[in-house]
């Protein structure tokens, strides 16, 4: 008998915000399961028989496949449930976003990654480091908003939408100032925060959990 899909992820991951977020716009029934990423839930044995790289996120389907990278999970889940798109309907915005969401995982990302750890306490760096990886992140992100705008369809949720949205929450919390210099893509978080799906994400407890976590520990408005 076919049961539940399953995701398993942690809220300030991007990679499985992607995740969640296409199961949710999907319709998909499916259990939400928190990993403790800090605790290192991801490398204990029972969490690496299902995924031996040890990360989140990591789907299990309905048919009991495990299913891990992010972009393997949002493929097989827009090619399962076909109905409700996360890719645009026309080139070249399809190609678009497929770029676009690579530039947030390997270009953007790691940068904030470094940023968002140092802040968490998990590492340090040096002023020069730091000031470094702002000034990269911001050149990148200029770029990325220009590319951004050149998308034709900018109302439907795109792959781009959930990627973008956790990042820039975990970039929000490193260095805050990101949202003055760059506020085109402030309010394009703000624009995805009241999309549906997000909404349903936010609405989750272990979701709301964590957020509450982080507001109590940065100052950060929710
Ligand atoms: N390429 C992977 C990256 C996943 C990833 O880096 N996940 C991080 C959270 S953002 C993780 O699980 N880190 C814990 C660890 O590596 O121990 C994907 O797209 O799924």
């Given at each position: 008998?076919?049961?539940?899909?399953?995701?398993?992820?942690?809220?300030?991951?991007?990679?499985?915000?992607?995740?969640?977020?296409?199961?949710?716009?999907?319709?998909?029934?499916?259990?939400?399961?928190?990993?403790?990423?800090?605790?290192?839930?991801?490398?204990?044995?029972?969490?690496?028989?299902?995924?031996?790289?040890?990360?989140?996120?990591?789907?299990?389907?309905?048919?009991?496949?495990?299913?891990?990278?992010?972009?393997?999970?949002?493929?097989?889940?827009?090619?399962?449930?076909?109905?409700?798109?996360?890719?645009?309907?026309?080139?070249?915005?399809?190609?678009?976003?497929?770029?676009?969401?690579?530039?947030?995982?390997?270009g953007i990302f790691p940068t904030v990654r470094e940023l968002f750890m140092e802040t968490l306490g998990r590492h340090k760096l040096t002023d020069e480091e730091r000031t470094n990886h702002q000034q990269n992140l911001i050149a990148k992100l200029e770029v990325f908003e220009k590319e951004l705008a050149t998308l034709q369809d900018k109302n439907s949720f795109n792959a781009v939408d959930p990627l973008f949205y956790q990042a820039w929450q975990n970039?929000?919390?490193?260095?805050?100032?990101?949202?003055?210099?760059?506020?085109?893509?402030?309010?394009?978080?703000?624009?995805?925060?009241?999309?549906?799906?997000?909404?349903?994400?936010?609405?989750?407890?272990?979701?709301?959990?964590?957020?509450?976590?982080?507001?109590?520990?940065?100052?950060?408005?929710?």
């Amino acid at each position: 008998m076919a049961s539940k899909y399953k995701l398993y992820g942690h809220p300030v991951s991007p990679f499985s915000y992607l995740a969640h977020a296409a199961l949710i716009y999907k319709k998909v029934d499916f259990d939400f399961t928190y990993i403790d990423l800090a605790a290192g839930k991801q490398k204990e044995a029972e969490f690496l028989n299902m995924h031996p790289h040890g990360q989140v996120p990591l789907l299990v389907t309905d048919k009991g496949q495990n299913i891990y990278e992010s972009w393997s999970i949002f493929e097989f889940l827009e090619e399962q449930f076909p109905e409700q798109n996360m890719l645009p309907k026309s080139q070249p915005d399809r190609a678009k976003v497929r770029t676009l969401c690579q530039v947030i995982c390997t270009g953007i990302f790691p940068t904030v990654r470094e940023l968002f750890m140092e802040t968490l306490g998990r590492h340090k760096l040096t002023d020069e480091e730091r000031t470094n990886h702002q000034q990269n992140l911001i050149a990148k992100l200029e770029v990325f908003e220009k590319e951004l705008a050149t998308l034709q369809d900018k109302n439907s949720f795109n792959a781009v939408d959930p990627l973008f949205y956790q990042a820039w929450q975990n970039l929000n919390i490193a260095y805050p100032k990101v949202k003055e210099l760059l506020p085109n893509l402030q309010a394009n978080f703000e624009r995805i925060a009241k999309t549906p799906t997000v909404i349903s994400i936010e609405s989750n407890p272990a979701v709301k959990k964590v957020r509450d976590f982080m507001a109590s520990r940065f100052a950060i408005a929710q």
